[in-house]
């Protein structure tokens, strides 16, 4: 009896004086690995398109159904993304989202993306649907904002082939 208790005091001891593994939280952020699927983003092309063309793939594919897209027709007047149509509704209901990455696989133009984030709080139902304002957070490096007006002709193919990609 005396020796596990001299055992257990050893053991005490040892620990003592090591350096803590905790991390304080919300002054130190730990890094994420490289294959960590947080938050998701929209992305844009580097002249301040989206993405994302409504095909509505990630919807699709997602299997708890938690997205939601709506397509609407570009115009030259009004240009959101460069193909034919571009999501004008994009919701993404975070209490549904299992972070399995289906739709990062299922966009043609790599135009949703699980990034690193983690902190995902909200306290209603209704902060739980990430809207499309709220997943669009590149800002453009041209300064060119959504929608654009741009010559007649200019995009002419459904999934077009941008110059920089990201």
């Known amino acids: 009896m005396i020796g596990e208790l001299i055992k257990g005091m050893a053991t005490t001891l040892k620990h003592m004086f090591r350096d803590p593994v905790t991390i304080q939280y919300p002054d130190i952020k730990r890094p994420t690995r490289t294959r960590f699927k947080g938050r998701h983003e929209l992305k844009r092309y580097d002249n301040g398109l989206e993405r994302c063309i409504g095909c509505s793939l990630c919807a ?7 997205i939601f897209v709506e397509a609407s027709e570009n115009t030259d007047e009004k240009r959101f993304s460069p193909g034919e149509r ?9 209490l549904r989202c ?26 209603d139902r209704a902060s739980a649907i990430y809207t499309k304002e709220m997943l669009i957070v590149d ?28």
């Open 98 to 123: 299992i972070f399995c990455g289906y739709c990062e696989d299922a966009c043609p133009t790599q135009a949703i993306v699980l990034e690193n984030k983690y902190e995902l709080s909200f306290y």
């Open 86 to 94: 571009y999501a004008s509704t994009y919701e993404i209901n975070m």
């Open 60 to 66: 699709a594919a997602c299997p708890a159904d938690a």
């Open 139 to 166: 800002v453009p490096v041209n300064g060119n904002p959504t929608p654009q007006v741009v010559e007649p002709g200019t995009f002419n193919k459904p999934i077009p082939d941008m110059e920089n990609p990201r």
